[in-house]
């Protein structure tokens, strides 16, 4: 008998030692990812001893480089020379900027994630998909962020330290890519040339539908780049972020970049926003564009519309982790959303699927339909394209839709003039406000002082009138209050529910949430009719009828 159970208590040792291994195989993984990660931080450089002038409300300068807080609401960045020089003047002009945008991208984050364990499996995930980050960011670059990072604050520590942040930081545009069923990432653009502009020059417009709340878009930056190597370019971003979205160097290169459907990243490369920094900072052609988007290893897929005053026309550089195309168009104008038109993707399983389920052919069809009306356009014209809030053929979709090319949630929208070096600026809220335009040649040119404005107000496009702003933010706080009551299973008083079905009844989205509270509510007769009537709106992706439909078969 002691035999035997010597014998079982050998095994359960082993099984129990087995068990355990198991159990800390992710924490060893963390650790060798954590003391073997290599973000390669820059070495030998020291902070300049220099103070920052404040110059009356709105004017912040740091030697010869300058911020301010354009009437517009839009801060305006002027910074130069070598690449830690930019870095550290960036940082020292923004520091409460940086700040403050951390915390918006902390708080953002828990909101979505609420659950802590969670957050430390995206933090593993992060870690292990950004775990040799730094090779596939050059030199230059990697300089440029750790000059941000040193005025970043220690309060956010418990992520990473401030050079990592920033590093990882740059990265989250292409992790957003990988979660677009969570509608963090949506863009539409288009460009047009020759005799589809009423100048016969080249005219882009986009809108940059990244969304992480509408916080996160409250401090947008105006950077008006001069590097020591490669071409004077302006761009618009968020604070700390020194990768491009959309930008105009002094050659009339623009450049504009689009999600297309990927898979989660899982090792490292080069970061979009990153390689498109490259491209506006040393390309003045859709040629040199296409060989340095070549010679980098992407996260995600990506498409590029590259417009280019030299080449007289634009073209979309589609990208994948595993090959890289170009796009072009017989006719005079190009238009790019969420998915790739070339022959090199068309029997892509990824891009078949994006073109089936989601709502990007659809917003293609919409430009294209508006461009047709309108050509030959002007940047007046493309801002109203860019504003336009309806579906095809003019049809009432609903305040929000994912369908439409202005889903009220854009972090910025821009048009370029690449022949006159002009760009327009969105200002808030969303594409309603006012287009602000700045002249590149003079800025460029140092004619411009930024102890003043630096816009030119003769040029600007007056704020959009006709849409009920003060209705659309109500709807939003509703929707966040809706299903905050869902989740906790809380009664919503007649008068709120009658408010919130009144202020938006085209939407799904709206009938589909009202569903949702009767369903909490235990009442699935009226949750029924809600899911039904749901399903005869315009719903923009495949997975969210099915999901409605699941809804409604769940309770059969």
Request: charged residues 20%; aromatic residues 12%; contains cysteine.
């Amino acid at each position: 008998m002691s035999k035997i159970l010597k014998r079982f208590g050998k095994i359960g040792l082993i099984i129990g030692c087995l068990i355990l291994a198991v159990a800390l195989i992710p924490f060893i993984a963390f650790v060798y990812l954590y003391l073997t990660a290599d973000f390669k931080k820059p070495v030998g450089f020291e902070p300049v001893d220099k103070q920052i002038e404040k110059i009356g409300d709105s004017l912040r300068a740091y030697g010869t480089d300058t911020l301010r807080l354009g009437s517009s609401g839009l801060w305006e960045m002027k910074i130069g020379g070598s690449p830690f020089e930019r870095g550290e003047a960036y940082g020292k002009l923004a520091q409460d900027l940086l700040y403050e945008q951390e915390q918006i991208f902390v708080d953002q984050i828990r909101t979505f994630v609420p659950s802590e364990s969670y957050l430390k499996f995206l933090r593993y995930l992060t870690l292990m998909f950004n775990h040799s980050l730094g090779k596939y960011i050059g030199e230059e670059f990697r300089e440029e962020i750790y000059g941000v990072s040193l005025s970043c604050s220690d309060d956010f520590n418990f992520v990473c330290e401030p050079y990592e942040r920033q590093m990882n930081y740059h990265s989250a545009h292409d992790i957003g890519h990988a979660m677009q069923d969570y509608m963090l990432v949506g863009c539409s653009s288009f460009a047009a040339w020759d005799t589809c502009s009423t100048s016969g020059g080249l005219i882009v417009g986009r809108n940059f539908d990244f969304y992480i709340g509408d916080d996160f878009a409250r401090n947008r930056v105006v950077v008006f780049c001069t590097p020591d190597n490669g071409y004077r370019f302006a761009s618009i971003s968020w604070p700390g972020m020194i990768g491009v979205m959309s930008g105009m160097n002094e050659t009339g290169l623009t450049v504009t970049i689009n999600a297309a459907k990927s898979d989660m990243p899982t090792s490292s490369a080069t970061p979009i926003s990153i390689l498109t920094r490259e491209i506006l900072q040393y390309a003045s052609t859709i040629d040199e564009a296409f060989a340095i988007s070549n010679r980098h290893k992407t996260f995600v897929s990506e498409s590029i519309l590259i417009g280019s005053a030299a080449d007289g026309c634009a073209a979309v550089i589609e990208k994948s982790p595993e090959k890289t195309a170009l796009f072009t168009t017989d006719s005079s104008f190009i238009i790019s959303t969420n998915h790739y038109q070339s022959d090199a993707f068309a029997d892509d399983p990824r891009n078949v699927e994006n073109i089936a389920t989601s709502d990007s052919p659809y917003r293609l069809k919409r430009i294209s339909q508006l461009l047709h009306r309108k050509f030959p356009i002007d940047a007046a014209d493309a801002v109203s394209i860019l504003r336009d809030h309806k579906g095809l053929n003019d049809s009432v979709i609903g305040w929000t839709n994912e369908a439409a090319l202005n889903q009220f949630i854009g972090h910025h929208s821009v048009v370029f003039d690449a022949n006159r070096l002009i760009m327009w600026v969105s200002t808030s809220p969303w594409q309603a406000g006012q287009y602000v335009a700045y002249d590149l040649a003079k800025i460029f040119s140092g004619q411009t002082s930024f102890a003043s404005e630096i816009t030119d107000s003769q040029l600007s496009i007056p704020a959009d009138t006709t849409v009920p702003i003060d209705d659309i933010f109500r709807i939003k706080r509703l929707t966040h209050e809706f299903r905050a009551a869902i989740a906790q299973a809380q009664t919503i008083g007649n008068a709120k529910l009658h408010e919130f079905e009144q202020l938006n009844p085209e939407l799904f989205a709206t009938h589909e949430i009202l569903g949702d509270y009767y369903h909490s509510q235990s009442d699935a007769a009226t949750a029924r009719q809600y899911w039904e009537k749901a399903l005869q709106k315009s719903i923009p992706k495949q997975s969210e009828r099915e999901r409605i439909r699941k809804k409604i078969s769940e309770l059969d």
